[in-house]
């Protein structure tokens, strides 16, 4: 892989020198933050007093908030990294490119369409297979305000795919970056990362800009046998490849009542982790650009008692293919009708290529006019299209065992389609009394290739004492069938079918919010689910899975001292396949997670973090043993203590070098890869940071 | 010939790049010759306060970018580290001919007292000065506007009541019985000089019966209300009995008070700018700690729901900071 020449170790060594060169001793005297905590209270309030911050307000959804200082604090650098500390939500890996998996609560399957990612409130799902993108590569952190996961359905108000949960990251807005920042990291596995931000006024307008890079080999844990294993070409044992070269860039542009916004995520010599085949795949590498941007009109006074919201977005997102994909190493054969087919000398190559675009335009209101009752309602369309295919097998019957181009010919594996949706909305919050608020949502979508869908949501709220609130929620959620189960073709095991409904889903809900002492938060919540025609290759797609289950997950934030905080969450699921009757498998039943922030000297903070990951059974059919518990403990030590202007860290991932796997998927002649996906080991980085 | 002329010429006349960049460092050079006699001529007015870490540094860097707007230009702020002497501060002092200095916080208090020449001083940052001698700006918000803050809020109430600790708070209760009057309210208060009598004058403000018109307001004093035990009990309590408490703390509105008003720092620096303008001019009697004025509302949403008090989403607007988050 290329290396950027400005990060490499002397530079880093230099930087540090000159820091402690040049840095002169900010006043840090606690005595005189004593006095300014007395007033405000604490530092995030000072945050949001002097304009830094916002307070955050939540939709009455059981939801988590992760903001910039939290993602600091846990030595996260990807947004994975942050969603697993969320309870009710587990990161597994899929073997192609250890993709993420986010799964809610139990609700895990390999392609994880049933998770609607927003970046700044706008969908980045993909029509392809309904995931962010199989070239994901991860997503860096330093440009994110904050993070906001939904558990459970929130169709009434997203639309598709909000069905198990909805992440929405926030990006930062000029003021909160104030000024510029660069910054440079080095870690394991090769590891490099830089960024830049800007934001303040440029001609009037306030500006936000972030660019940020990484250059990783990635980890390189091995793995013993692969799906080529058993015809005995198998490159197992051998290590996972998930290495990658990320650019993200971002600019927000907003005057008065207007913004403007684009970005690029470009991925490049993305790696194929465990193999596009599930077998080992060392020189395929893969590549995307995803453009986006977006032009919003927000009037909150447009009228007396409207508040107005108009949103025109764009999203353009690829999946190419740089270096041909082996799907099964040289020698290997694929399986025929009547007799196995080849040996392929050069291996099994397939490079399918996908281009989509989108566009989505919608106007809300939200009206006050009416005593007790705040209504908000809306209209959109989205207009969504593949409009680029390309496709390249030594396997197509149109000229077997040669690498062929089969783009635009019946042998491709997808058509060229479009997909277009209009919807509306209308919900109410109906303050019944002192104490007691009612929401109450609708959302009609009409599809041109599936139809239409209702989904409704109802929340009570109950301000039951000023330290205890109670909510009761119902929803109703649907997961539009993606193009590849509504039209792969070519494909043996995985063939769409044109009349698929939308998976639904009903979920129960009941939330506490306790605040028994000024320095202790307790959350609890307690759900049930139902889930309904789940899309399944049989080998073609069809409406046949019914998935049912139920948990809870507790929260505790205590802040123990002005300069100690412990927070934590314990997440169970128990969830069961209709279809079996049997455990649905691979998601963690139990989840504990417990976090630590102490500020041992002033300006010097010390967080460690404990993850535990239990309880994962096999699906139905699957032979092996349980997959075995792990726990991984990570530490960050980070100081600003020197100047206001520098900051550095450094942070030990899986400090205890624990082992620690994700489960591999069962097949119809058992596990492709029996030993399951590794994690990675024990790694470390170093961090090094300036504003003005 | 002409042209071969002309070319000769040129090389002469036309300004290399070399020279016109040496023509540039020379015009630099020359100002900064000049510039300190200019600049010493004008009298000006110093900002000192200490260099905090994030996000305490922004409460002084936004009351010093506040009177730097004001005094348009002739402001300079002096850091304090931990390790600066009072000799650095006068050669900086007498230097840049400062004839007013802007205290802030009780770092700058200490220091404005190492100072060897007879400035006037004007000082802020702090709810109250350890010396009697500074006039300033408060941190306290005004209780002249949190008493019309809180009719705006419920015009029903007739009374506040206070409990405090003379020896932190007398400056401003005594201002505050006057506001009080103007606001059509009766203020009670209750001096205190422990949190363990502050708890039983508490006990017995909610046992009594006629408290329903009354609002408690909590001054800006942690000896006689802390956040672990008096804050919680207090908050109970007017829950239970519908009493609206307010104060000076953004975060006692986080906890489940109605509303506090606390410092725009900015407008608050603008504020002391147009004190140090009329302190460079001789015209300023300002010699005693007054209230800030100016200021931003902190807004708790359930707890206004609770008590019934109506708003629309247009008065919401008027609110700086809305709690909780649901």
Redesign the interface.
Known sequence: MKHFIFLNYKFILLNLIFIFCVSTNAYSDFDEEEALIELYGDEEIISIATGSAQPISRAPAVASVITAKDIKEMGATDIDEVLETVPGLHVARRAAGYTPIYTFRGVFTTENPQVLMLVNGISINNLFVGDRSQVWGGMPVEAISRIEVIRGPGSAVYGADAFAGVINIITKEAAEIDGFEFGSRLGSFDTRDAWALYGGEVGGFDVAFSAEFRDTDGQDEDINADAATIQGTSLAPGSVNTGTQNFDTRLSITKNNWKFRAGLQKRQNFETGAGVGEALDPNGELESDRWNADLTYHNPTIRKDLDLTAQVSFLNTSQEVSEDILLSPPGSFLPGPIVPLGPFPEGVIGNPEVWERHWRYNITGVFTGFNNHTIRSGIGYTHQEVYRVEDERNFSPLNFGVLTDVSDTPFAFLPEKHRNNSFAFLQDVWQISNDWELTAGLRYDDYNDFGDTWNPRAALVWAARHDLTAKLLYGEAFRAPSFAEFRNQNNPVAIGNDDLDPEEIETLELAFDYRPKDNLKLGLNLFRYKWDDIIRFTPVAQNVGEQEGYGFEFEFDWKVSRTLKILGNFAHQNSEDETTDEDAGNAPENQFYVRTDWEFKPGWHLSPQWNFVMDRNRVDGDARDDIDDYDIFDVTLRTNAFSNRWELAVSARNLFNKRAFEPSQNGAFGAAIPGDLPLARRSVWGELRFNY | MIIELNKHLSSHLIISPYSLRKAVWGLLAFLIFISPPIFAVTPSVAVIY??????????YD?IATGVETKVNGRAFRF?????FSAKQLNDWVARNNIKVCVAL???GEKAIGQLTNDIPVLLSG??KPKSPIYGGIS?AASPKKLFAELKKQNSKIKQVIVVYNPKKSEWLVRQAQSDAVQNNLQLVTYMTSSLSESAKIYRDIFSRSDITNSAIWLP?D?TSVD??TI??FI??Q???KNVTVFS?????V???VLFAM?AD?KKLGESLGAYALDKLNGRSKLTKMIPVEDL?I?FNK??A????I?F???DL?RY???????
Request: hydrophobic share 25%.
């Open positions: 200490p260099e905090l870490r994030a996000p305490y540094n922004k409460i936004d850091k304090l580290t931990k390790n916080g009780k770092g702090v709810i941190l800006p942690t956040n672990r804050l919680s908050l109970e007017s829950w239970a000076s703390s953004p975060a006692h986080n906890k489940g606390y720092n931003k902190a359930r707890t729901e609770h008590l019934g109506k629309r989403s247009d607007r700086d900071a809305v709690f909780p988050s649901k």
